[in-house]
């Protein structure tokens, strides 16, 4: 086993181990942090794909996290309020079904993936930096100026939603799921970065023209990457929403993808647990240095700053080392 | 003489105010190496662009395999056999030797690509990239990282990943640039027995090589070919002598 395989059990053993102490000495504010750890990280998995395998600099993906969001609070607030989504040309009504709620989630991120990514991977460099940056914002606007769903104020969902066989309220079930889940993503990220696609994109990350030459698109194998990408974090998303049973604009907002993004840069681009660290550390830090002051990010400014500067592989890589290419 | 494997027919191609290609025609037999041999900047590279596929020629058409490919982009042409090497090394650096052949396996074999399986055990590619490897004699390097080759080896690279395409004519830029005498001897040698395979378009500036290995030179003087024909024809072609050789002899 590798140092860097070592350093991501014990990641994930940690993950799990935390919330595990904190139920048995009933702490459940602890849990909860845990599972935003588990989530946030999910959504880092989501972006690390775009970013780490295929090098796409996306500064959207709010736009998917939100989206998810959405997701569940239009489909939970339905179903709590009992009016159908819509009656005609077929009844759609409202669920309360995490299973459901995924799926839909999933779909509509996917789809939205698929819309940013057919018209923005057209360019690249800072202009696609640019144009992820915009669609964000769109759907930022768009949820703030709708009213259906709460406008500016969000939505509620009062009681969380249901998921077969287990009681969601207790937050260690709760965070079961998320943990689930994430572990479900590592390794679908895990198959992918070994898998022919994975070698393509990442060789088209690489060099596009070599990629072309031997008779392979980069431009699909961009897009399928975006696409999976968007559809991971849109999941987070309606996890996240789930958890705070409440979603509003600021999922969609820019600083949310700016988050999503420290938490690779963290933890270190294109390593798998690297989400894992860095939301890890991102939440320890906003917890404990949110106590101290307001004003935490500047000492998250700081961090940052020294890990892009001395520390390009992120914590994993400072604890790992050199990236191995892997067999 | 046979239908040619691929040609050109009147390209010319502008940018501003420099004609970077004027009416350039020439073909590549089966079996055969034609070498595009010319001063720094005659236009080469812009040639073998159009070629290629990176650019599209103002006038004039590309055929390969007897279908007139002008309109396809890169990857379609690379995917109907066409195998390019750079003058300047084109591989993934960061990837192994062995994932670089494997990525030219893979496009070779065409259809989609898995999302699940590992590429690297996968017993088609592997042997595929494999042979390719052992072609070039790089099958001892196959799991080191490609920034840490040579930039003679990372040419034999170049040369293993266009191998893996089962190519039907190989269009290679100076294939034995930054190469040492010993090593441009062998690769001068693997490109005779190559010619067999699929037909060589060969722009390279080490002269030995050329004069060694071409069947037929063309001679590319300010986007224009000048001449074409035997080795010895153009070596005792006095416009050739003027424009070209003149400087370098």
């Known amino acids: 086993m590798s140092r860097e395989s070592l350093i991501n059990a014990a990641l994930l053993l940690g993950l799990a181990a935390v919330p595990l102490y904190a139920w048995a000495t009933d702490e459940p504010f602890t849990i909860t942090l845990a599972t935003r750890v588990a989530i946030l990280a999910l959504a880092g998995v989501g972006l690390n794909i775009a970013l780490g395998l295929g090098g796409l600099v996306s500064l959207g993906h709010a736009a998917f996290f939100g989206i998810g969001g959405y997701a569940m609070g239009i489909l939970a607030s339905h179903a709590q309020s009992y009016t159908p989504l819509m009656e005609v040309p077929f009844l759609i009504e409202g669920t309360k079904s995490m299973p459901v709620i995924w799926i839909t989630a999933v779909v509509a991120s996917a789809l939205a993936a698929l819309l940013i990514g057919v018209l923005s991977l057209r360019t690249s460099g800072v202009y696609f930096i640019m144009i992820t940056l915009a669609f964000g914002q769109m759907f930022y606007f768009f949820a703030i100026s709708w009213p259906a769903y709460g406008g500016e104020d969000g939505l509620s969902i009062y009681i969380r939603n249901d998921f077969p066989g287990l009681n969601t309220l207790d937050p ?12 479900l993503a590592l390794w679908l990220n895990a198959r992918l970065a070994r898998s022919p696609f994975g070698l393509a994109l990442n060789a088209a990350r690489q060099n596009a023209q070599r990629v072309e030459t031997v008779g392979l698109s980069p431009f699909r194998l961009r897009l399928a990457a975006f696409v999976i990408s968007g559809a991971i974090t849109g999941l987070a998303g309606a996890l996240f929403a789930d958890l705070n049973r409440f979603v509003s604009p600021t999922m969609f907002s820019w600083q949310m993808s700016g988050e999503i993004m420290v938490f690779i840069i963290l933890g270190g681009v294109g390593r798998l647990y690297g989400p894992v660290a860095g939301a890890a550390l991102f939440i320890t830090l906003e917890h404990f240095l949110g106590g101290l002051s307001e004003f935490w990010h500047i000492y998250l400014g700081a961090l940052l700053l020294g890990v892009v500067l001395f520390a390009r592989g992120g914590v994993i890589g400072l604890l790992a080392g050199r990236k191995v290419a892997h067999d | 003489m046979t239908d040619p494997v691929l040609a050109t027919h009147g390209i010319t191609k502008s940018f501003g105010a420099v004609q970077a290609s004027r009416d350039i025609s020439l073909s590549l037999q089966p079996g055969e190496i034609h070498a595009v041999i010319g001063p720094n900047g005659a236009g080469k590279s812009t040639l073998i662009a159009q070629i290629c596929g990176g650019l ?5 058409r590309v055929e390969f395999l007897g279908q007139d490919v002008t309109p396809l982009p890169t990857r379609k042409r690379a995917a109907m056999g066409l195998a390019r090497t750079f003058q ?6 960061e990837d192994t030797v062995l994932q670089n052949v494997t990525l030219g396996a893979l496009g070779a074999r065409g259809g989609p690509l898995g999302l699940l399986r590992n590429a690297l055990k996968d017993q088609d590619l592997h042997d595929k990239a494999m042979t390719a490897l052992d072609r070039v004699g790089l099958a001892g390097q196959a799991s080191t990282v490609t920034a840490e080759l040579s930039h003679g080896q990372r040419r034999q690279l170049e040369v293993a990943v266009a191998l893996t395409l089962s190519p039907r004519a190989f269009v290679m830029d100076e294939p034995m640039a930054g190469m040492g005498t010993e090593g441009s001897h062998r690769m001068t040698a693997f490109l005779g027995e190559l010619r067999d395979e699929a037909p060589i378009l060969l722009v390279e500036h080490d002269m ?30 006095p416009q050739v002598r003027a424009a070209y050789l003149g400087e370098t002899a």
């Open chain 2, 56 to 60: 599209a020629p103002d006038a004039g």
């Open chain 1, 172 to 183: 260690i079930q709760f965070f079961g799921i998320c943990f689930a889940l994430l572990v």
């Open chain 2, 88 to 93: 300047i090394s084109a591989l993934a650096m």
């Open chain 2, 208 to 237: 030995d090589a050329v004069f060694a290995l071409a069947d037929r030179l063309s001679v590319l003087v300010y986007g224009e070919i000048i001449a074409t024909g035997t080795v010895d024809e153009i070596r005792n072609n």
